[in-house]
């Protein structure tokens, strides 16, 4: 099985309780901005550029959020999740590459739970949890 790791961003508005949330065309469903981490990329470059692409936002990591795992077994892939609570910095938002990202919205938590089901009994955690993240350079 091939290992990809896959880094997402938590963008949650305090005031008005809401989430970013992209429409991804390519598996015609919805989740937050994120995307594969590529060859020679850190997983905080990788979130970063990420939501980026996808929402024209930039953002900056204030933590993790949560980590899931799972085995895709027709792709033949082990894919871990690592979810990164974020804060934009900077940007508007906007759909960059609509062959990828047809629609951009801040949505409650119950309607990600929603519209993503594999979050539910887990994303009011990843809203208050925090994690260390360092990356320790080469070595």
């Not at 949650?12 to 949330?21: G, P, Q, S, T, W």
């Not at 020679?40 to 980590?67: K, M, N, P, S």
């Amino acid at each position: 099985m091939k290992n990809v790791k896959v880094a997402y961003s938590l963008i949650y508005n305090e005031d008005d309780r809401k989430i970013l949330v992209v429409y991804n065309q390519d598996s015609n469903r919805w989740s937050l901005p994120g995307g594969a981490v590529e060859q020679g990329e850190t997983l905080e470059q990788a979130v970063i550029r990420e939501t980026y692409e996808e929402t024209g936002l930039t953002v900056a990591i204030e933590h993790i959020a949560g980590i899931r795992e799972c085995f895709f077994e027709k792709q033949q892939e082990h894919v871990l999740f690592i979810i990164f609570r974020t804060e934009i910095t900077g940007g508007t938002i906007h759909i960059q590459y609509p062959d990828e990202i047809s629609e951009i919205c801040w949505v409650s938590p119950d309607e990600v739970v929603s519209l993503m089901p594999y979050y539910e009994g887990q994303l009011e955690a990843m809203l208050h949890a925090s994690s260390v993240y360092t990356f320790e350079g080469n070595r």
